[in-house]
């Protein structure tokens, strides 16, 4: 399974941008997807996640802000971001939980990552 992440870049504080991920080469389908950020001498962070079924789920600092969103046939997860800040800088790395169920573990699943996408916000 490859993970690719697209669509980061630079914004003025108060814009918007959308981040795309695709997470081609599963047979089985893939459970939760995320996007996490990690900014310059911080540890990584969730930013959200969505199941299968469309939960989301979002850290308090993006919560009115940032959507995330799925399209299951194309394996892809999304992330709206609006009113951007500068404290968002950061690079945005795909999270995908794949399906690859064996006889012993029907529910076995791999975490894939992408390779990250910067995103910085000028104040």
């Known amino acids: 399974v490859q993970v690719v992440e697209s669509g980061g870049g630079l914004v003025q504080a108060g814009g918007s941008l959308k981040l795309s991920c695709v997470a081609s080469?599963?047979?089985?389908?893939?459970?939760?997807m995320s996007w996490y950020r990690q900014a310059p001498g911080k540890q990584r962070e969730l930013v959200a996640s969505i199941s299968s079924v469309g939960s989301a789920n979002y850290a308090d600092s993006v919560k009115g802000r940032f959507t995330i969103s799925r399209d299951n046939a194309k394996s892809s997860v999304y992330l709206q971001m609006n009113s951007l800040k500068f404290e968002d800088t950061a690079v945005y790395y795909c999270y995908a939980r794949v399906l690859v169920p064996t006889i012993e573990r029907p529910r076995n699943t791999v975490d894939e990552w992408g390779q990250g996408t910067l995103v910085t916000v000028s104040s």
């Open positions: 080469g599963s047979s089985f389908g893939i459970d939760t």
